[in-house]
Each structure stands twice: as C-alpha cells, then as structure tokens.
C-alpha cells in the first residue's frame, strides 16, 4: 500500500477501507509516515469528509494506537463524559462529584484549555496541590474510594490522536466533523468507560455556531459510540452566553463549590440537573429523570455531593473546600 | 501573516491576495515554511482551484524565486516550446532545429521522462557525448551561433516550482490545472522568451484525458503567459496513440532525423509542419502560415534543418548524425 494512493482517493472523494486507515494511523503512530503526507490526507478529509464508518474506524485505529483504560475491576457503571468547549463550562467539575454521590462511578480524564475555552485541568490546578497527574493505579484508586476521579489524559491515551491533533493545529485541518468526533470518542472510549455522555455546545461562544453543526457532531460522536459497543448520548447545550457569572480558573472553581451546595448561578444549575439525572438513569440507578432529579437535589442539599468533591480533592493532593462558608 | 490563517482561507473556498501567494512561495524557497503546511495547502488548492489572477501571481512568484535567463543580447525574437508530454512525443527535439533553419531562435529548456511521458533530456543523451548541463553562458553561445540550443532546466530557474513539485508527486497533489499551469509558466517565462507555443497532448496517453481538462490547461496557461507580457500560443494536439512509430530513447532521435530529413512518420510530420509553420509566423518570419509552411519544406527538403540539427549536437559535445543514410 501506499500513502500517496490513499491521498489520492480521499482526494477523489472516495471511501476508504478500514485498511487504509489503519495504514493511515499506524504510519502516524509511528512516525514513520511524514508530516507532509498526513497533513495532505487531513486537508482531504476536511474538503471531502468522511462516512460514519470511514470515522468510525478512524477512531478504533486512534484507539488502538495505545492503551485502553481497563476499568473492569472496579463495579458500577461507570460513566464518562465530555464537553465541546464552550466559555465559563465549568460542568464536570461539578457533575462528576454530584454524580458520584449519587451512586454513579465517573471516572474523568480532561483536557487543557483550547482556543478560547479553559480547560478542566487548567481550572482543578488553581487548587493548591492538586495532582492531575495521577498513574491509572492512583486514578482507579481515588475512582474506587471516591467514586469520580479527575485527572489529564495519560501520554499512552491514543497517542495517534494526540500526534494528529498537533499537525491539525498548524495546518487548518481542526475544523472537521469526522476529525473533530473522531478525536473526541478515540479519547473516551480509550478511558474504558460503559457509558459516554457528551455535551455539545453551541453558539457564539462555542466551537460549533449553529445547531446544524452541532447536531451534526453530536450524531457523528453518538453513532461511533453506539458502533464501539459503548452507551452513548450527546445533549446540545446553549453557549451563545458564557455559562456562570465566573470566567477564570480559580473563580470558576468557588461557583463550582457554590453550585454543588445547590446555589449556583440558574444557569449552570439548570445545565448540572440535566446532566445528572441523565446520568443516573443512564447508570440505572433510577428508573426516570424524575426520580433521578429528586437522588440529585438530595446529594446537593444534604453536602455530599460537597463532600465528594472535597474527598477527590483530598485524595489527589489538595485541600477541600470548607462545608460551610460565611454567607 | 500566518501561514494557517492562508490556508484556513483557501480551505474555506476564498481568494487568496498576492501577498499571500508571495509569502506561501517565499517560505517553500527559503524552507522556512515547513512541508506539513505546504502540503495542506497545495491540497486545498486541489480541491478549491485558484483564479485566473491568482494562478499568475503564483506563476510571478515562483518565476522571482530564481534566476531570468536574460536573452535580451541575442538579436531575433526568441520562442520557447513546452509540451505537456505524451507517448513518442519527440516534436521538440525535430521542432527546435527545424525553426532555428528556418532563422527564428529557439532557446529550450527541457525536462526528464515524467510518469509514463518521455523526455526530451533523457532522448538526447542517447546521443553519445552530448550534454544537456552547459551553463547559461554556454547556452546562449550555442544559440547565437546555431539558432537552437536544448538543455536541461538550470537550478536557479524557479527553485520554488521544483520543491513544490516534488512535494505534490507525494502528497496527491500533481492533477490541478493551477498548479500544472503555474509549475509549466514559471519555468517557461523563467526562460526569458519573447513568444511561448504550448503543445497540450490529450487522449489516453497524455495526462489530461479529456478535451474539456485540456482546454482548461491550454486556457489557463495562454492567460498566465498573456498576463506576463509574453505571446502565448497553445495548441492541443492527439495522444490517443503514440506519436510516431519509435518509442524510446535512442530509436526516437532515429525517427527525429528521419523527420529532420522530411520521411518522418505521417503523424510526426503533421505535428511537426503545424507547429513549425505556427512558430514562424509568431516570430514574424512570415506573414501567414501558408508561406510558412513552404519556408519549413524547403528547410527539410534541402538537408538544413537535419544541418541545424547536427551542428547543434557538436556545439553540445555530441557528434552529428550523417546526412545521407543507407536508404
């Protein structure tokens, strides 16, 4: 096989085999495939897309690149999630613990902040001591105890991916939804999760402007989930505003601790409920979303969604928040 | 400027300025522009095209990257010949002296066997001792003194178009009119000819297939030469068969000589009689093509084009073919 032919095809707007993408990814994985042919083939791929299974493969391949988090020994269902991006999206730092004190195991690897977005890890690390660099032993560890664990994406986390994304920056090719929902799902469906719930914002602030786009991503990320065997469901979420009243690491992080007392910003309370109670029927720990959101109101106003936090936070090297601040 | 924002712009379908162009082809001749981003972006012009316009500024930019042949010395208007390549195609090789015998001064810069095409370069030096390397001050001499030189392209004609080319035979992206158009023109006006007539093969031996993509190419091409100031002509011409009855290098300078000597193939002489008879009347040599053709008869019929010929090859370091053969 070669790579030029494949280029070829791509750039004649067809379809190519699982092989070809495999020879794709692993020339990637490698290194032994250069820049200028992969950057070429991404730029083909922007301009003639992909079908759901080109992507689909082109996620397994990612996925295969490097390890797969094995999450097998740790009972419940675990859930992951991830967001698109948006301004003041501080929803995982307060989902995954509140999900957590609901019964639901959410194990949670994050990004840094891209473009204008922040990032889960840029944020979590304005808490003095805060390690996102946990080993998968650390990580299972604090998941088992806690019940949600949230650190970086491991170096052996589809490194394909992380190689691809690199040369993507710097050649226009970012913007793509094959390549955009392949990226996403190689890293969610690599962390071992049963579950994927995704949270695709849309809007001014977010990387996706209209809701043709974001439907779009969200149907291409839920399709490649549900062909991996893997529960997936994407909401498309408003980010024509940004979320909270906070935009700011250590900022976001105090209307993070507000709202998981229940008193956040309407907003984000609104965006944290329908996650939550998603996520615990999805979990089955309840029957329906109803039942679900009482679980849900009970874990914020009794503190232990508070007090779940605090534990992840203690057991990954920081100091939890207080449970009652002045008011 | 960044190079991913010009990318990003011909991605999206826009128009690149001439500073854009200027700055893509300033950074490939410098190779300061690294081939991942040169790459991405000879793709998207594969897929997006370019004007008119902007097909000539990157024709003027790859021209500025290197050295103008200056034959502005030599008396005479000067006419330079560039075929896109064909099986058989040897029409320079009996064109050039054929011209040159009939007074007009043809200065050629010929390239290597590209694909499954022939080339000029390597069907001369099966003639032994004859070199294609003579610097431009040879060359000029050569031309002053015979009316014809061929030899190969000098480094320091249009560099850029040269690293360029050699990316795109990796990276997918050789079948593109502008960049075929740009690639041919840069090196053409590079060689400092007052008219320019391009012979554009079609069928299936040539690399443009159909009619539609040959007019395309010849069009392109006539307005990049226009725009510079230079008279262009193009002409498209069959490549259904191979041209003649010879392919290969050695027994293709064979059927040169017996073209040289008016016996060539019937399809040979046509090519060779139209083209010939449309040069001189370029060069205003004569009034019309009817008188012109009767000049390029008399110049096969008294043996002074195959003289050309010959004198040619032993200016070049090559001994001349006999004027009589064994009939």
Chains 1, 2 share one sequence.
Request: a neutral charge; proline letters at 3%; charged letters at 25%.
């Amino acid at each position: 096989m070669r790579v030029v032919d494949v280029i070829a095809k791509k750039r004649d707007g067809c379809t190519l085999s699982r092989e070809e993408i495999d020879f794709f990814v692993n020339g990637v994985t490698r290194g032994t495939l250069p820049d200028y042919q992969a950057s070429a083939l991404l730029m083909a791929i922007v301009l003639r897309g992909m079908t759901i299974e080109e992507t689909s493969w082109l996620t397994d391949s990612m996925v295969n690149s490097g390890d797969r988090v094995d999450l097998s020994d740790i009972p419940g269902v675990k859930v992951g999630k991830h967001s698109t991006g948006g301004v003041g999206d501080k929803i995982s730092i307060v989902l995954a613990p509140l999900a957590a004190a609901c019964g639901v195991i959410m194990p949670k690897m994050s990004g840094r902040g891209l473009g204008h977005t922040g990032g889960t890890l840029d944020k979590l690390e304005s808490i003095p001591g805060y390690r996102v660099d946990l080993r998968v032993d650390e990580f299972k560890a604090v998941l088992r105890d806690v019940g949600t664990s949230i650190i970086g994406q491991t170096a052996s986390l589809a490194p394909a991916d992380k190689k691809l994304y690199a040369l993507r920056d710097v050649t226009a090719t970012i913007g793509s939804i094959p390549l955009i929902s392949a990226s996403v799902m190689s890293k969610k469906l690599a962390e071992g999760s049963d579950v994927v719930v995704l949270d695709v914002k849309c809007g001014d602030g977010a990387f996706m402007k209209d809701e043709a786009d974001a439907k779009a991503l969200a149907t291409a990320m839920v399709a490649i989930g549900t062909r991996a065997g893997v529960r997936t469901e994407a909401l498309i979420t408003d980010m024509d505003t940004p979320l909270g009243r906070a935009v700011g690491n250590a900022i976001e992080v105090v209307e993070c601790i507000e709202t998981l007392k229940g008193r956040g910003p309407d907003d984000v309370m609104a965006v944290v409920r329908r996650f939550a109670s998603r996520v615990l029927v999805l979990a089955g720990r309840e029957p329906n979303e109803a039942a679900a959101l009482c679980r849900v109101e009970n874990a914020l106003a009794s503190g232990k969604a508070l007090e779940t936090f605090g534990r992840m936070i203690e057991r990954q090297g920081g100091t939890a928040p207080r449970r009652a601040t002045a008011t």
